[in-house]
């Protein structure tokens, strides 16, 4: 299993209908709406780095309202 934090920006006024239409998607562990640099927070998880990718690309960004997002993968180190 592969695990990242995505980091989201949104629209003006979006970030609590983005992280609440995000935390439906299948993959996505947690999904909450914050202040600073980014609106919401997405904790999320798949099975390779292939399909994280496609979650991130297919799914979270095809969100409306999202602007921007960066991913960050988890290691354990």
Do not use: F, W
Not at 13 to 35: F, H, P, R, W, Y
Not at 55 to 62: C, K
């Amino acid at each position: 299993m592969v695990e990242a934090y995505v980091l989201i920006q949104t629209e003006v006024g979006k970030a609590a209908q983005v992280s609440m239409e995000v935390a439906k998607i299948n993959g996505v562990l947690t999904s909450e709406a914050v202040t600073g640099p980014y609106d919401a927070i997405v904790h999320a998880q798949a099975d390779d780095v292939d399909s994280l990718g496609k979650l991130v690309v297919a799914r979270i960004q095809s969100v409306e309202g999202i602007t921007r997002t960066l991913t960050c993968p988890v290691v354990r180190l």
